[in-house]
Structures are given as structure tokens and as C-alpha cells.
């Protein structure tokens, strides 16, 4: 994977990023600090770019959408595990 590629996914990262930050201006309900930020910032990252390698390394369409949706699952699971904590 090159840098120009890695760097296009921190800037949609941080574009999505924006959607957060600015709702906390609009509204009280949406309160993230710092650490908020970086996590999520870091979750999309690893996303974008494992969702990249599975696209460039896997040969097979149905086993590379088959891994792409087991990736995206457990990105999900852990996102609202985070934002509401169902396990605990």
C-alpha cells in the first residue's frame, strides 16, 4: 500500500471526523472529548485501510465480500460496544 493511498484515507477520516465536532457545536448532546476523537480516528483508519488490503490481496469476489463483511462487522460491534457499552 502506498502513502499517497493511505494518506486519501486520513483525509476522509478526518473529514468524517468533522461530523462529530461539529454537532458538539450545535447541540450539548453530542460531548466527545480528545480520546474520543483519537479512537474513532483510529477505528476508521484501521477500517479503510483493511478494507484496502483485503480488496488488493484477496483474488476470490465472494471470499473477498465474504471478509470485507466479517471486517465490517466487528468494526460495527465495536463501534457500538464504544458509544453505548452493551456488555457491560
Do not use: Y
Amino acid at each position: 500500500m502506498n502513502l499517497k493511498r493511505i494518506f486519501r484515507h486520513f483525509l476522509v477520516v478526518l473529514l468524517l471526523l468533522l461530523i462529530p465536532l461539529m454537532a458538539m457545536q450545535i447541540t450539548d448532546q453530542v460531548n466527545w472529548s480528545l480520546i474520543d476523537f483519537l479512537v474513532m480516528m483510529t477505528l476508521l483508519m484501521s477500517v479503510f485501510i483493511g478494507v484496502d488490503m483485503i480488496w488488493q490481496k484477496v483474488p476470490n469476489k465472494s471470499k473477498r465480500f465474504g471478509l470485507i463483511a466479517i471486517f465490517l462487522l466487528i468494526f460495527f460491534m465495536i463501534w457500538v460496544e464504544l458509544a453505548v457499552g452493551i456488555l457491560d
